[in-house]
């Protein structure tokens, strides 16, 4: 059974970096897809990233060049590198986890099956 837990968000200013983290206690991240999804205050979730088994990435345009996301599967965890953290930036952020063969990844969050807690980033401007 997967449980995700995400953990490292907080109160950053605009430029500042944030790396989040997204753990499995199920100890089975390695047989899943990971996403991380974001959402604002009156906003519908939106895709941030996300990474195949096997690491390979994909990235909203609006990340694209600012974050980076990758797993440590021996750790059981994957991890979303966010740099130049911009006001917009500003939401609770989620990753999931989708049983997937080794190159897949999706953009669709229906299609993921477990859904980490959230954890809120506040960029100040």
Known sequence: QVQLVESGGGLVQAGD????????????????AVGWFRQAPGKEREFVGAISRIGISTYA????GRFTISRAN?????YLEMSSLKPEDTAVYYCAAKFARPMEQSTKREEYDYW???????VSS
Do not use: H
Request: net charge positive; with cysteine.
């Open 74 to 78: 021996s750790e059981n965890t994957a």
């Open 61 to 64: 345009d609006s990340v694209k």
């Open 17 to 32: 970096s944030l790396r989040l983290s997204c753990t499995d206690s199920g100890r089975t991240l390695r047989n899943y």
């Open 116 to 122: 980490g807690q959230g954890t809120q980033v506040t």
